[in-house]
């Protein structure tokens, strides 16, 4: 039996852009069935080797994607090992306990520390000018909602996010995720979604439930600036960050702005113990894909093309650790 920490059993990570001035032309192409990049291939001396496919979010609405490469490549492995089509890797916080009294205690704690919570009025939150950008972008995107403003600082942000992509002709509907896991099960072979999953006792649980509820809107406010500030500014690199990999530019992909929603997906981990975060999530993922290569003649591996091309990266750890990159 297991009990999952309310309000942290994952992250979630959106992107979403788009441009006025393009958005008509992103929906016309998004007609055509397009491949994407092909594939890196990571090699090692006995043979073992690992398909990789990065993917972008978000592409446009009505994307159609088919890669008889990918095919070929799934067909061939023993293994699909899935990135969370919203983020770099999932988290789940589990209970780490057989007795049934303690999954109870833990749930009767976070019930009381919901009934607890203060509602939040965004107006008297954030500072006046941050505001009134907010306040723009939700008539635009969110013309007949007011309830947005009583929502914590990191809603308001994911649901304003979701409504830009759906205005704007953008998904992040998981296409590529369901497709890759259609032809894992036409050829027989296993789904893996990579999880790092963190096991607590009961004490550590409800501690981890008190650091929530506790956390200071002030403490999400970054999450929201950083939502508004790339719907404002970075709508077109998006943009183009879709095309490119439709057409498998991975040339471009390289040339092009990082960008994260970091700020909104580690706020709900912002407490002292989760500092090391981000690092255990790389190393999680670099363990992963090197137990599959010592373990599996071929695997296939989907992961946001962000997270496998940034210079601390997938690959660059694996080249690092002395395993042959082909480049697509």
């Not at 061939?76 to 209970?95: C, D, F, H, K, Y």
């Not at 439709?246 to 994260?260: F, I, M, Q």
């Amino acid at each position: 039996m297991k009990a999952v920490v309310a309000g942290i059993t994952s992250l979630v990570c959106a992107a979403a852009f788009a441009a006025d001035n393009v958005a008509s032309g992103t929906r016309e192409r998004s007609a055509a069935t397009q491949s994407g990049p092909a594939l890196w291939h990571v090699k090692q001396a006995d043979g073992h080797s690992l398909w990789i496919l990065g993917t972008v979010n978000p592409k446009p609405e009505g994307f159609r994607w088919r890669s008889p490469a990918v095919e070929r490549a799934i067909a061939e492995s023993q293994l699909v090992l899935r990135q969370s089509n919203e983020m770099p890797a999932g988290i789940t916080v589990e209970l780490y306990s057989l007795d049934p009294l303690q999954h109870v205690r833990v749930a009767l704690h976070e019930k009381q520390l919901e009934s607890h919570e203060d509602e939040v009025r965004l107006r008297d939150a954030l500072p006046p000018d941050l505001y009134v950008r907010f306040d723009a972008l939700r008539d635009r995107y969110l013309p007949r909602s007011r309830s947005i403003d009583k929502q914590r600082p990191v809603e308001a942000a994911n649901r304003l996010y979701r409504a830009a992509l759906a205005e704007e002709g953008l998904s992040t509907r998981a296409a590529i995720h369901a497709e890759v896991e259609r032809l894992a099960h036409k050829h027989g072979v296993d789904v893996e979604d990579v999880t790092l999953e963190i096991k607590v006792p009961a004490r550590t649980a409800m501690e981890i439930d008190t650091e929530r509820s506790q956390q200071l809107v002030s403490a999400e406010i970054p999450c929201l600036q950083a939502t508004i500030e790339q719907l404002e500014t970075q709508l077109p690199v998006m943009i183009e960050r879709s095309r490119a990999w439709a057409a498998g530019d991975v040339k471009r992909l390289r040339e092009l702005p990082y960008l994260t929603r970091d700020a909104c997906n580690y706020a709900p981990w912002s407490a002292p113990r989760w500092k090391d975060l981000p690092q255990r999530l790389s190393n999680h993922w670099l363990d992963t894909v090197e137990t599959a290569l010592r373990t599996h003649r071929s695997t296939f591996v989907l992961i946001d093309i962000s997270v496998l091309l940034k210079p601390d990266g997938v690959l660059a750890a694996l080249k690092n650790k002395g395993y042959q990159i082909v480049e697509p």
